[in-house]
């Protein structure tokens, strides 16, 4: 708390029993906080200005966290965080997980937009790339 009785406004997200904590940049006198509705008073001075930042981000992390969801893809805390903050989450593939991300795709168009066949092609084409990583392109006599 500073001198003049103001406090920082601190944002919790709890997401599988994980938490990540951080500052909103908002400061407010703590006599003014109700915890139940999770704003400032109506009646004090800037409590339109906070709670609409209050607002804000939250719609801002509801915005992350739907973002998440329908990626289908495990997320944690800090992924929220992240996408919240505007930082970028893309995750480091390897060349194997590209391929196999690349063939699942394909394997759900088998009989739609493509036939079975060419679908085989690209899992003997990971299983020849699989061997050239592993260093075992030349045959064994």
Not at 72 to 88: A, H, Q
Not at 124 to 129: E, I, Q
């Amino acid at each position: 708390m500073d001198q003049a009785g103001y406090t920082t406004l601190w944002c919790r997200i709890t997401y599988n029993k994980s938490r990540k904590q951080f500052s909103t940049g908002t400061f407010i006198k703590p006599e003014y906080w109700d915890k139940d509705k999770q704003k400032i008073l109506d009646d004090t001075e800037n409590s339109k200005t906070v709670n609409s930042q209050i607002s804000l981000i939250k719609q801002k992390l509801g915005q992350a966290f739907l973002m998440l969801q329908i990626q289908g893809e495990s997320f944690d805390v800090d992924d929220v965080y992240k996408i919240y903050s505007g930082e970028n989450i893309k995750k480091e593939m390897g060349v194997m997980a590209v391929y196999e991300e690349h063939n699942n795709y394909y394997k759900k168009l088998i009989g739609k937009d493509i036939k079975k066949v060419f679908w085989q092609k690209f899992e003997n084409t990971k299983s020849y790339l699989q061997k050239f990583i592993n260093g075992s392109t030349r045959k064994e006599r």
